[in-house]
């Protein structure tokens, strides 16, 4: 089993409504019975990030997202599937849950 990023992308920082909440209640329920449930998470929207870069002489700290763009990361999963064509399912079971688009990337 491989491990996949799945990035929940918005360009909104509007929560779950309830119906999507309990969708992705369902879908996060049955992931963890079908053995793909590593670990998930929302994040802060993207006025709440903080960049560090400490490349140079020295730190520098730079309140807000590294990349201004209209559309954004507000949560994930980890999960474990068999191959790309496994992670790519569940991204679509999930982004039919939360009503959002969702980006699959493998770990290396």
Known sequence: MAQYLLSVITDSLDLATPEET??????????????????????GGPDTATVIDNRGERAVVTDGPFVETKE?????????????????????????????KVEVRPFL
């Open 72 to 100: 954004f990361l507000i949560g994930f999963w980890i999960v474990e599937a068999a191959d790309l064509d496994a992670a790519l399912r569940l991204a679509t079971d999930g982004s039919k849950a939360c009503n959002r």
């Open 22 to 43: 309990a969708a992705i209640d369902v879908f996060n329920d049955r992931m963890i019975a079908d053995g793909h449930w590593v670990f998930a998470g929302g994040l």
